[in-house]
């Protein structure tokens, strides 16, 4: 990946971070840890890897996303804003009664998204549901949480998909270590992803989930794995890019207030409107 490419994906991915913030703090409700630590993941994934079109959401052969960890909607609803299903400023209704931008994805009303989730462990297995409907036709990609790896739902998913040999299906787990209630390892260690994952007959890779060119490379050796749904381990750190949200479990799912948004704005880069 040349220099140009890779520095105008590393402007998105901040831009998510922005967008996902303002729409947790006007909205004071809503998820910003792992919105965050995810913006890099949705910037290659839809400002590079996947065949989409923002005039024709829902053109037949398009590749599909799912956001399994459905509560992390601010970046999600950012990546799309920024690559033109719906306005920017659409993101200042997030979560309001008369948006369709809700706190979990709807894809009966949001131009972009192929699948409503919240319920965790559901996604991944619409993912799967849609890669065999789709198989030669496109392509499946699915982010999941690490602690949402706890649902016996995924493990069901994961059998599932290795039984029909899904190879255009690609989950990239956000293991960023921490969940509402704390590590994830004290609620309910679902480690090592890589190891299981592999058991129950996937190819498993591991990487630094803030790195573009390894998350590029990563997903290109899934598309060359033939027979198997490709995993990414992406490690990565909650809250990444506001030092105060960062490693803080307490920012799985509170908003900032005005002080609190105006130094992430100052440290993200983002223009402060209050």
């Not at 809700?102 to 989730?117: L, R, Y």
Request: some cysteine; overall charge negative; aromatic content about 10%.
């Amino acid at each position: 990946m040349n220099d140009e490419k890779l520095s105008y994906l590393r402007t998105i991915a901040n831009k998510i971070r922005i967008n996902a913030v303002k729409a947790v703090y006007y909205a004071n409700s809503g998820h910003p840890g792992g919105s965050l630590s995810i913006a890099d993941m949705l910037a290659y994934l839809f400002f590079e890897e996947m065949n989409i079109d923002p005039g024709d959401p829902k053109k037949a052969d398009r590749d599909r996303f799912v956001l399994s960890k459905g509560h992390c909607a601010p970046a999600y609803y950012s990546a799309l804003a920024l690559r033109g299903f719906f306005g920017v400023d659409e993101l200042k209704g997030f979560r309001s009664v008369d948006s369709r931008l809700q706190g979990h994805p709807d894809m009966k009303n949001i131009p972009g998204v192929d699948m409503s989730t919240g319920s965790l462990g559901m996604g991944i297995s619409a993912a799967c549901g849609m890669a065999l409907a789709g198989r030669d036709k496109y392509r499946v990609y699915t982010v999941l949480g690490d602690g949402e790896c706890q649902e016996g739902e995924v493990w069901e998913a994961a059998m599932f998909a290795a039984h029909y040999r899904l190879d255009n299906l690609v989950a990239m787990v956000d293991f960023n270590g921490l969940q509402i209630g704390g590590k994830i390892t004290d609620v309910m260690n679902p480690t090592p992803f890589d190891k299981k994952f592999e058991a129950f007959g996937w190819y498993a890779q591991v990487i630094d989930g803030h790195n573009i060119e390894e998350i590029a490379n990563a997903l290109e050796n899934a598309k060359q794995m033939k027979g198997k749904p490709s995993v990414i381990i992406c490690k990565t750190v909650k809250g990444k890019g506001v030092s105060f949200m960062e490693n803080n479990a307490k920012w799985h799912g509170s908003a900032p207030n005005e002080e609190q948004y105006k130094q992430a704005m100052k440290e993200l880069g983002g223009e402060c409107d209050v």
